[in-house]
């Protein structure tokens, strides 16, 4: 009882304001004379507490033996209450604070165990299903738990890492033959005896950097022969080269499966994310500046990039279409009466129920085009209230009778904004432009017959067309971006073929408004 009323006492040195203040509160309720001490009467009526209808417990925490229980004796027994809630001999029924012995394989099946103090368990007289050789002492059991949940945790680290070298080997598979040869290279340098394993000492020596942990090697290793065979190295290299996975701020377990992120650390400038593997986000025990609250698990930070993509995207959109809407606008003001009844009669022919707003149903059965698109209508509908004014349609008019923009061949979002176009291609027979938005330009993953160095943005193509470099003989594939300015500017329009003329027509129309005021000239 000695040990654990230390134990009661470090707790209480440690414990909040208020938990001392519920200490002392309920030792002056049991002390119900005032007196300063509990006694065996007092400490009977105590209601609440398994641990005061047994009269053989009061005697083993009256330490000193003066029939009364002083406030460390009453904070051991507050201690065991809340804290520890010890078992009981299952042969003399003493409460065990101290050393004893529990059935293990009662333990395992998640029955109640069956516990005894060591001289119950000494005099082996004790009837029980299972024999005594399957007992073990309290600090036995404690190892024996350790050592499961270490296995247990090693097993999780094992499946984790298998998914990171199924990804490795997907890669590999998929990956140019240079690129092979790199990884090939990558283990030889390694291996530094060649005999196609590379042990724990070649991969200190080869690695240099944060990955070559013992740990690391440890979670490598997934059939643990204490080396790591190509596969295995194959994962170390995918995760160097391509992943970077981050340590977790509590163990520095290497984190490559599931795991919880701090939020509002992320991205900031300065500082570096804050990382925990589900078992340190468990515990809940790791101090940081944000509450766990703030933590979110890895797939559901890959949603809120998504989403926030998705919604920066969005606004990216909004902010184009609202280009488009002030040049229609510009355009409606200078419009003749004639031109000014056909943009209303074409808003009224779709505007079905005559309530001044068309609804994406009556978007799709007017519109009659490639333009009724369910993706254009949201890019039209600026105020995301699920309808189109007639500015948005005014928009959908210049655009349909004007402009004619293409589609993003990668994603096939209408292009109403800065985009890409293959040079190459642009204007040939038979063929049509290849056009690309921002962002699938800048992925650089679009498959095209010509290299992406062959794409030019629109503002650069209007300006080529301006200088009458259409007329310039074809480039060859590796000089097809190299445009020689003429000195002077040609006046007259080029000799473009007829669609072409229109698509650069209406680019000019778009992206130089303020350069040609009268767009009538551009029908």
């Not at 103090?117 to 029980?128: D, L, N, V």
């Not at 404690?142 to 490795?168: L, P």
């Not at 030019?456 to 480039?475: A, I, M, Y």
């Amino acid at each position: 009882m000695d040990g654990m009323r230390k134990i009661a006492s470090a707790y209480y040195a440690r414990g909040s304001e208020d938990e001392k203040h519920s200490i002392r509160e309920l030792f002056t309720k049991l002390d119900s004379d005032g007196d300063g001490k509990v006694s065996l009467v007092e400490f009977k009526k105590s209601a609440g507490f398994w641990l005061s209808d047994d009269e053989s417990i009061f005697k083993q925490l009256d330490t000193n033996d003066d029939g009364t229980l002083d406030f460390n004796e009453v904070l051991a027994l507050y201690y065991m209450e809340k804290k520890v809630s010890p078992p009981k001999c299952g042969g003399c029924r003493e409460l065990l604070v101290g050393s004893y012995f529990s059935c293990w394989l009662c333990c395992e099946n998640g029955d109640r165990t069956t516990d005894l103090c060591c001289s119950c368990y000494q005099r082996g007289s004790f009837k029980h299903e299972h024999a005594l050789s399957s007992f073990l002492d309290n600090h036995s059991l404690v190892t024996k738990f350790r050592i499961q949940t270490r296995d247990s945790q090693r097993d999780e680290e094992k499946k984790e890492m298998d998914g990171m070298r199924k990804i490795a080997r997907a890669y590999y598979a998929q990956a140019s033959k240079d690129e092979k040869n790199s990884i090939q290279k990558f283990f030889k340098n390694i291996d530094a005896n060649g005999d196609g394993k590379v042990s724990l000492v070649e991969f200190k020596k080869s690695m240099g950097s944060w990955l070559s942990d013992e740990t690391i090697f440890r979670q490598l290793d997934t059939n643990d022969d204490g080396t790591l065979d190509f596969d295995e190295v194959l994962a170390l290299y995918y995760m160097k080269k391509k992943v970077y996975p981050p340590k977790c701020d509590g163990c520095r377990a290497l984190l490559v499966g599931s795991y919880f992120s701090c939020w509002l650390c992320f991205g900031k400038a300065n500082t570096g994310s804050t990382d925990l593997c589900c078992s340190c986000y468990h515990r809940g025990t790791f101090e940081h500046k944000h509450a766990l609250s703030n933590f979110l698990d890895n797939h559901s930070f890959v949603k809120k990039f998504r989403i926030q993509t998705r919604d920066a995207q969005r606004a990216e959109e909004k902010k184009e279409m609202d280009g488009m809407r002030k040049i229609a606008r510009a355009y409606y003001a200078q419009a003749s009466k004639d031109e000014r009844n056909s943009i209303q009669k074409f808003f009224k022919n779709i505007d079905a129920n005559g309530d001044g707003k068309v609804s994406l149903v009556e978007f799709k059965k007017s519109v009659g085009s490639w333009l009724s698109d369910e993706t254009i209508f949201r890019q039209l509908d600026t105020n995301d209230d699920g309808t189109l004014d007639f500015d948005e349609v005014l928009a959908l008019y210049y655009m349909k009778k004007k402009v004619y923009p293409p589609k993003c061949d990668g994603c096939s979002a209408l292009l109403v904004g800065s985009y890409f176009s293959c040079w190459l291609c642009f204007g040939k027979a038979n063929t049509g432009s290849t056009d690309l938005c921002c962002s699938c330009y800048h992925r650089g993953t679009f498959e095209h017959k010509h290299a992406l160095s062959n794409f030019s943005d629109n503002h650069s193509l209007v300006t080529k067309f301006r200088r009458g470099e259409d007329k310039v003989s074809q480039p060859s594939p590796a000089h097809a971006t190299s445009f020689a300015p003429r000195p002077t500017i040609v006046a007259t329009q080029p000799d473009i073929p007829h669609p072409l003329r229109s698509r650069i027509s209406a680019a000019a129309a778009h992206l130089h408004r303020s350069r040609s005021p009268n767009l009538s000239t551009l029908r």
